[in-house]
């Protein structure tokens, strides 16, 4: 599979759950920059994908949060 179709992916689980997910990767600021990225090329045709925040983790160094946000709050 595609790298970008993998994140998309994990983008779409996030957005299936009530809060978010976890993503367990070597560098987490690296993947959260993928991320914002394809978020930005799809989000057109999708807007779901504007309720995701991508954070790092306070507790964990290894892991990258995608949460959902409320629709009302956008600004990420």
Do not use: C, W
């Not at 994908?49 to 629709?71: C, D, E, I, Q, Y």
């Amino acid at each position: 599979m595609k790298p970008h179709l993998d994140l998309l992916e994990r983008m779409y689980d996030a957005l299936r759950t009530p809060l978010g997910i976890v993503l367990e990767t070597e560098d987490p600021d690296r993947l959260r920059q993928r991320l914002y990225a394809l978020r930005r090329e799809r989000e057109a045709s999708d807007p779901q994908l504007r309720t995701l925040a991508f954070v790092l983790s306070p507790t964990n160094p290894n892991h990258l949060l995608v949460l959902r946000r409320s629709a009302s709050n956008e600004e990420d």
